[in-house]
Structure formats: structure tokens, C-alpha cells
């Protein structure tokens, strides 16, 4: 029987590859828009409740919680370094971890961020170890720079902007383990390290500013009291007197905000793709009815030759049930192949997309489509076996 099935399969080629094609797109762009706003939201959640706030140039505080804690962008805004001495001089304040971003680039490719080892403290190391805040010169590479750079411990490497690597050697101290974040594709090193890129780039009166602050608290009221405290107050450099107008923010509480506009937009997207799943099922609908409309002269003969009606049902359903499992298989290894060509592209947003990474759900709409492509032919084949004609 199962033989007989991929025979009458052959024979029908191009009913089937429309059915396969049908599935495939809708199948496949359902579970990749949910895999991709899953992923997001995990990676969103995962970092905002590390920190307490964030303290920055006044500005949008959405761009703030996303550069400061996903490194997009690149702030043209700054803030003076020593500022950190008076942050700790609050009791409230526990830790706080300089971020200077926006300062160089590592082959015109992978953001190289200035900051201190407190921010790689709660990091897993693949090899090597956090850069020492005492002296300079040392980086941090994420997983994914080290492993398309061929990057171990002990190899130099040189950073700058665009194009052009300048300054001395910087030493490789240490490679994150994978996390599937934006880590992955970020070099860190001490914020020194990059006054240094500056100076010998010739900017002889650079400023030694940071983007922001990233603040622990002893406990939330302490951290509900130093925002209100900063936000929206003025900086002035005793030296310079230059003014800079800072804003603090709570992380945790601006990235809810993000996830609600996604939650939204998935939601948007997962109702498209019912929509698209609706239309799948009546594009098999309309496919396996002029296939059985098709067959009725192949049903009778067998029928003559002595095969009963149950033989012939189970003969269609195995056909396509095999057609179902190959199209989820390939919807399925569709949307992989998506995830992995689009994480170029994420990665420059912050996202790291990991192409090997699935949701129940997933398989829940896999199997929904699988019941779908073999429904219509159960329905049909039941429906014909009543008719007096095929029961003679």
C-alpha cells in the first residue's frame, strides 16, 4: 500500500508540489515570526533586570536602555567619566560600570565597548579571563568574534574607526562563552584603552567621557530615590565648564514598555499568519477535492478489481500523510535557514538570532498544519465511501 502510494504520488507531481509550496510558506512564516519575537523578548527580558538604572545624556530613554544594555547604535552624546566618583558617593549606590561606546570598531565590523570588568562579572568565559582594570591594552572578545575571527587568548589584535586599525597591539585576555546575545559580537575592553585610540589618533584634547552609567542599588527604594534624585539635572565640568544634561532611568520598567509594542506586533503577526494558514487550508481543500473529483475512475477500478473502499481510504490518507510530513519537515528547515541568513542582519539591531533554538509552540502549529493537510482527504475519502455507487 505504501508503495502503491508513492507511485500514485509520482503521477501527480504538480498537485503535490503545490500543496508542498503551500504549506511550507504558511507553515514556515508562521514559526519563523513567532521563533524571531520570542527570541527578542527573551533577550529583552534576560538583561533589563541586571541593573538598577542607567544614567546618560538626557535624550530618548528607550535609546538609552537599548545602547547601554544591548550596545546599538552609536551615541554621539556623552557624559564626564569622573562623574562616577560622585555616584558613589551616594549610599544608595553599590556598583556602578562605565560604558564608553561608540569609540572604535574591531575590522569595521563588531562594536568595541569601553567599560570595566564589573559588567563581564555575572559572564561565563569560554577561555581566558576579564581584562584587568589597572592597566590597558586588554580585550574581551565575544563567542562569535572569536570564532570567525580564529581569536584565542594571547592573540593582538588592532581596533579603529572604519576601516583603519590604529595604535599599539591590544592583547585577547579572554573569550565569552556563547550566550546568544549581543555579547556574542561585541569587544570590550577598559575605557582608558580607548582615550588611548583617540589620542593617538591625534585628538590631543580629547574628552575623557563615557555614554552612561550603569548603576546597582542596595535595594529598589534606594534606586527609586537616586532616580528621582538625577533625572533631568545638569552636569558641569569644573574644568571646561561645559554643561551636559543627564536623564536616569530604570531599565526594567523602559523595556517593558519595548515588550508591550512587541507583544503587539507579534500578536499582529501571528493573526497574519492564521490568515495565511485559513487560506492554506482551503488552497489543500480545493487541491485534494480535484484530486479525488481526478480519481474517480482509479477508485472504481479498484474497486472492481476487488479492493475495498477501507483499502482506498487508508491508500489516500497514507498519501498524504506523507505529503503532510514533508512539508512540515521542510517548513520547519525553511524557517532555520531564515533565522540563520537574517542574523547578520539582527546582529547589527543588538539581536543575536540562534537559528538552533525552538518553542513548543513551534510544533504545536507544525502538527496543526500536518492535521490540516491530511484532513481534507479523511473528509472526502469518508464522504465517498458512503455513496451508494462505490459501496456495489
Known amino acids: 500500500m505504501f508503495k502503491f502510494a508513492l507511485k ?6 504538480i498537485q503535490i508540489i503545490l500543496v508542498v509550496l503551500s504549506v511550507v510558506i504558511s507553515a514556515g512564516v508562521a514559526i519563523l515570526a513567532y521563533n524571531i519575537a520570542s527570541q527578542i523578548d527573551d533577550g529583552i527580558s534576560s538583561n533589563a533586570g541586571y541593573y ?11 535609546d538609552l536602555a537599548m545602547n547601554s544594555m ?18 558613589y558617593k551616594d549610599t544608595n549606590v553599590r556598583r556602578v560600570i562605565p560604558l564608553a561606546i561608540g569609540g572604535g570598531t574591531y575590522k569595521n565590523q563588531y562594536k568595541v565597548v569601553g567599560t570595566s570588568a564589573d559588567l563581564l562579572a555575572n559572564k561565563g568565559f569560554d577561555s581566558g579571563n576579564a581584562f584587568d582594570d589597572s592597566t590597558d591594552c586588554q580585550v574581551v572578545v565575544g563567542y562569535t568574534v572569536a570564532q570567525r575571527n580564529n581569536l584565542s587568548v594571547g592573540d593582538k589584535i588592532k581596533i579603529g574607526h572604519g576601516t583603519d586599525a590604529h595604535g599599539q597591539d591590544l592583547e585577547v585576555v579572554g573569550i565569552l562563552e556563547q550566550s546568544y546575545s549581543s555579547y556574542d559580537t561585541v569587544v570590550f575592553t577598559q575605557v582608558k584603552t580607548l582615550w588611548h585610540l583617540h589620542e593617538n589618533e591625534g585628538e590631543e584634547h580629547h574628552d575623557h567621557n563615557v555614554y552612561a552609567f550603569l548603576i546597582n542599588t542596595n535595594n529598589l527604594t534606594g534606586a527609586s530615590t537616586l532616580i528621582r534624585k538625577l533625572n533631568n539635572t545638569v552636569i558641569v565640568d569644573e574644568e571646561s565648564g561645559t554643561t551636559y544634561p543627564i536623564q536616569a532611568i530604570e531599565p526594567m520598567s523602559i523595556m517593558r514598555g519595548v515588550l508591550d509594542d512587541l507583544g503587539d506586533t507579534k ?29 474517480k475512475k482509479e477508485i472504481s477500478l479498484m474497486r472492481l478489481i476487488g479492493i475495498s473502499m477501507k483499502k482506498i481510504n487508508l491508500l489516500y490518507i497514507i498519501q498524504n500523510s506523507i505529503i503532510g510530513i514533508i512539508s512540515t519537515l521542510l517548513a520547519f528547515g525553511a524557517s532555520r535557514l531564515c533565522l540563520l541568513l537574517m542574523s547578520g542582519f539582527a546582529q547589527k539591531m543588538g539581536v543575536v538570532l540562534n537559528y538552533g533554538k525552538f518553542y513548543p509552540l513551534e510544533f504545536v502549529i507544525l502538527l496543526g498544519v500536518f492535521i490540516i493537510t491530511v484532513l481534507p482527504t479523511i473528509i472526502c475519502t469518508y464522504s465517498m465511501a458512503r455513496k451508494d455507487s462505490l459501496e456495489q
Open 8 to 13: 500514485n504520488m509520482a503521477i501527480k507531481k
Open 52 to 62: 538598577s538604572l542607567i544614567v546618560g545624556p538626557a535624550g530618548s530613554n528607550t
Open 70 to 87: 544591548y550596545f546599538t547604535g552609536n551615541p554621539t552624546e556623552t557624559i564626564p567619566y569622573s562623574y562616577m566618583d560622585t555616584l
Open 267 to 295: 500578536y499582529i503577526t501571528l493573526v497574519l499568519c492564521a490568515i495565511i494558514l485559513a487560506m492554506n487550508i482551503l488552497v489543500i481543500s480545493i487541491i485534494t477535492l480535484l484530486n479525488m473529483y481526478n480519481s
